[in-house]
DNA sequence: TATGAATGAGCGTTCATTCAT
DNA sequence: GATGAATGAACGCTCATTCAT
């Protein structure tokens, strides 16, 4: 599990494959996959479309990569949060929930291609490549499961407990990048609702019965 | 002499209707939006391309109603529980969650093509059509706005609430319907979880240890 | 060559027949031929697209019957003319043009398929349902002939002389039709000095000398 | 890494945009505008649909193309005789017209995309296009104006004159492509009695009688 | 008399992709 | 590394026409 050396590249060839997967989230964006083309991407970035396949071998491979690259941004977001020792179980969800929702909301290209999009479509992207983000749910699993032995989580099968609690951020984000809740309504309030909704429904509540002592 | 009179149209004719409708909606599921075109409707029914233009005027007409037809769909399970007097608020609430999480199992082509699909592929849908959809939200806003006064339900803007208790039905839903979860993991109780840790999240908690004292 | 006798048809029938050249006539003017279509003249009168055939084998023999239709009111504006025993030759051509002109001011449908279109698009018109048309122009011609025995009309080939002044009126019709001329100029002055011009190029101009001595 | 730079285009690129342009002509001459496509002027070339659109955006580029190409034709036919100062204004005109004949019969195509045509089938083309061939019509009137003031011309608004006199050529221009003429005329024989017919309507006759008393 | 149902052919156009340079 | 030329397949859609009723 070792992150991209995009260091070691060489750096002439790196820049049109930038613009390529660049542009390709940004249309993906605004005008959604159905109508993302090779065309399309080669006119945004001023090249022709024949450049693209100096870089990506097919529309299903750029596609793939862009992904690869999902996951990987997404991966280095939340896995310092899974690595703070210094965070409770709570806090560490907390920030978990927090590091994915801004995620969805910094990259909607990404996320679209990641979690929206008809898995048909991508039904040749090698399963192995999610390996990295099902890995997510398995270390959200293993502190449900810490945090249940520990007392702070109500007791509930960790990876189920892990499941819905990715469901309903997606819940959230999908909702969000695809413009469809009330605009009168606050983003940033919709989200700290749904993540104090979403800890809360984890973790056993402060118990007043200390304070009634 | 008498020109045309459609309004007087039977059965047979609608025969068709149906069967583009029902089909459109399976090969959503099967193949995802970008690859729907009338050719493969067609085909699929076995008729000629030119026989849909029979019932609709155009491949967004036929999109337009299929939403049109979901969103009826969606209201008629959804009504019946709003209306039922007999229910106290949570458990009116658990089961429109159930029955929302159920309409899209059942159809996740009317799914897909009402809450998945990138809105700019559906910017031509006349906004009003949603109204009814909207008028859910709503409803559910102000059972949460009755049961605050009645104390029931956690204080907190019922807008929200009931915004963010969509956003983690749709959460699940589109998840599932996607494929998206662990295939070991069982629907029902993810979904049987995923309600109760909702309809907690907005019910204050009945605390038999006080009453009991 | 008897004119057509149309009041011996059964009526009902009829009255759909001429709803059909009517609106046909219109749209050739509005719309141009290539976009003249079935549907179309069946939605802008009111029937379905299957009751023309009830008249019409084919837009082919539609087309033709307009031709045949327009040559005959042609004919039935220019015959009396050549009829009319009263008028000398210069006159008669006069009022040729004039006649001419105004029937294709009045019935630009039945001008442009009957002189404009392509002959290609019309090809498989039977040659013979021009007879009507031709002979204006060897009645044309044989004025021409006689009023070059009696001196009043300059000597050239007669038959080249009536083809030209067709020509000449046909120019303006034809522009006028097309709104090619620019709109600040005056139709009718442009049509009266056409005609003058005409008129005057075939006649001997009264000669002044004479009178002067 | 240099983007697209489309100027430094060179012949072979042009060829086929040539070949189109011919073939689209020979098209239009041979089946009319109404029957005009990509994919057959494609086949005719041997080349697929698709690579007209290498060369022309849309059809109505295509055709807007040929009317551009065929007004700067007609120019460059037009302008020497203009500008030929050793022109009388009677020698002029006439040189004119045989010009203008000359052009519709070598290039039918040109001719019928550029006057024939039902202008609502051209009404994208921008109007601005035509200001070369609207200028035409200006400078023959500025000829007939000075004319009229030397006396040569018979007097008249000479912007009628200029009108009538195209709408005269027009006339013989557009009936001999379209082979409306009986086939038993000469061609050159109509041709030089309509043009000479135009000239003498716009010039005072040369009264040798006066002279010579 | 008039229609609805149906279709094959064709339309203009865009697509992903290949290949020689 | 980058491109222009080229294409077959597919797209949404309209056409004239047929046929059973």
Redo the contacts with the bound molecule.
Sequence with gaps: MHPINSEIR?A??D??RRSILVTSRELLVREGYS??????I?RSI?????????HF????Q?VHALITEGVSVLMKRLRPVFDDVKLNPKELVRRICHEYVKFGMNNPGYYEIMYVLHPETLSRYPEDNYRDARSLIDRLSSVFEKGIESGVVIPSDPRVTANVLWSQMHGVVSLIIAGRFDRALDREVLIQDAVDRAVRSCFVSPEPSLDSI
Tied chains: 1, 2, 3, 4.
């Design positions: 060489k002439p060839d820049d049109l109508s993302l083309s090779m065309r399309k080669a001023g090249y022709s479309a024949t450049s693209i396949y100096l071998k097919s529309k299903d750029l």
